[in-house]
């Protein structure tokens, strides 16, 4: 029998909105956009969004950037 505070250090399982959610209203900001904005506007969001999110996995520490640069700069370096 699993323990019920075993999945709360679990940081995927944290206390933000489900992943389908956001998806969901993502999605619907997107089709909104597209529908009402045009293509260029539906691009911008799109990029936006795609950055938020990128910024948000390096704010929580899912992302390195300092490997993912020092990576990059030992392959320049061959």
Same mark, same amino acid.
């Given at each position: 029998? $699993?323990? $019920?505070?075993?999945?709360?250090? !679990? ?15 993502? =999605?619907? +900001?997107? &089709?909104?956009?597209?529908? %009402?904005? =045009?293509?260029?506007? %539906?691009?911008? +969001? ?8 990128? &910024?948000? $996995? +390096?704010?929580?520490? !899912?992302? !390195?950037?300092?490997?993912? %640069? ?7 370096? $061959?």
């Amino acid at each position: 029998m $699993r323990d $019920r505070a075993e999945g709360a250090a !679990d940081p995927a399982h944290g206390t933000g909105p489900p992943w389908s959610l956001a998806g969901l209203a993502f =999605g619907a +900001v997107l &089709g909104l956009t597209a529908a %009402f904005g =045009g293509f260029g506007a %539906f691009l911008l +969001v799109l990029v936006l969004g795609a950055a938020g999110f990128l &910024g948000g $996995r +390096v704010y929580e520490g !899912d992302i !390195d950037l300092a490997a993912l %640069f020092a990576g990059r700069q030992r392959w320049g370096r $061959r």
